[in-house]
């Protein structure tokens, strides 16, 4: 088994295996493991038709095989990897459907631990996209007071409007990140990142414009055959109804043909878990660890 880095020129490659899961977690989204991929130091290895990636941050950990093939075997040479190396050997991004094989095919060898702050949100586009019924009241309040303050429109990012999207982001950099907070400048890299090399990853990414210029934009992609991500958004507290409405309208023009959106987990974050709680998930797809006892 052989570890190697994740490269752009890997997409199509790890496109493959994780199109075959049909998963709606984010973690299994190239997009995701290739921008976060220096934070978390990961690397693949393709093995008996099924690829684990590999993650050397802080503690050494790896995903349960992906493919469609039996993941026996790559859990096996996963086993003599981990004891030729020494290491524990840990599965990262565990969900539900993991913790049921590993307890069938496994029975009390792996102890499984959910980490409610790696939940995935997932809600029904249809109600995000429409705001309808007392319980988006607010929301579509917010939406209304900005299309009413403001000469607005909703764009796709290109190579013409990029440049106004990174200088709201290095604006929104300036407001919101302390240079202490090491975390949110990874997450403005990431954000970057996505926006400068949408088209290589396959990202969608649109922007809202208000009275000429940009308040907010989005970037996500489908993960699934029903399952819209959307793995970064940034508008600006101080615009009312930014954030209100760059979700709205994102999913209107990107993600009408997904039943569901994921928007990602709320990393323990107050401010951001009564967010994303208000807008009603239709439920949360948990993760977390196992750690296999021998």
């Known amino acids: 088994m052989e570890f190697k880095p994740v490269r752009a020129e890997d997409k199509q490659l790890i496109d493959s295996y994780l199109r075959q899961t049909e998963s709606r977690s984010c973690d299994l989204a190239f997009a995701s493991i290739y921008l976060w991929r220096k934070d978390y130091q990961m690397e693949f290895a393709v093995c008996d038709d099924m690829i684990i990636f590999k993650s050397n941050e802080e503690r050494v950990s790896f995903s349960f095989p992906i493919g469609a093939a039996d993941p026996r075997k790559p859990m096996e040479q996963l086993k003599e990897y981990c004891k030729e190396n020494q290491i524990p050997m840990i599965l990262h991004s565990v969900t539900r459907d993991i913790e049921e094989y590993l307890n069938q095919n496994y029975p009390g060898e792996f102890e499984v631990e959910f980490d409610r702050d790696l939940s995935d949100y997932i809600y029904e586009t249809q109600a995000l996209a429409e705001l309808r019924g007392r319980k988006y009241h607010g929301k579509k309040n917010h939406v209304n007071k900005f299309k009413k303050s403001y000469d607005w429109s909703y764009e796709e990012v290109t190579d013409e409007n990029l440049g106004e999207c990174l200088e709201m982001l290095r604006n929104w950099k300036r407001d919101n990140c302390s240079p202490e907070d090491l975390e949110k400048h990874a997450e403005i890299c990431v954000a970057e990142h996505a926006l400068t090399e949408r088209e290589i990853l396959g990202l969608k990414a649109g922007l809202i414009r208000a009275d000429g210029r940009v308040v907010a934009f989005s970037v996500g992609e489908k993960i699934a055959s029903d399952t819209f991500c959307v793995h970064i958004e940034?508008?600006?507290?101080?615009?009312?109804?930014?954030?209100?409405?760059?979700?709205?309208?994102?999913?209107?023009?990107?993600a009408e043909d997904c039943k569901y959106v994921n928007r990602e987990d709320d990393v323990g974050d107050e401010g951001l878990r009564k967010a994303k709680l208000s807008y009603h998930p239709a439920f949360l797809l948990e993760k977390g660890i196992a750690l296999y006892k021998s």
């Open 234 to 254: 940034k508008a600006y507290a101080d615009v009312p109804g930014a954030y209100s409405i760059i979700n709205q309208e994102f999913l209107i023009h990107e």
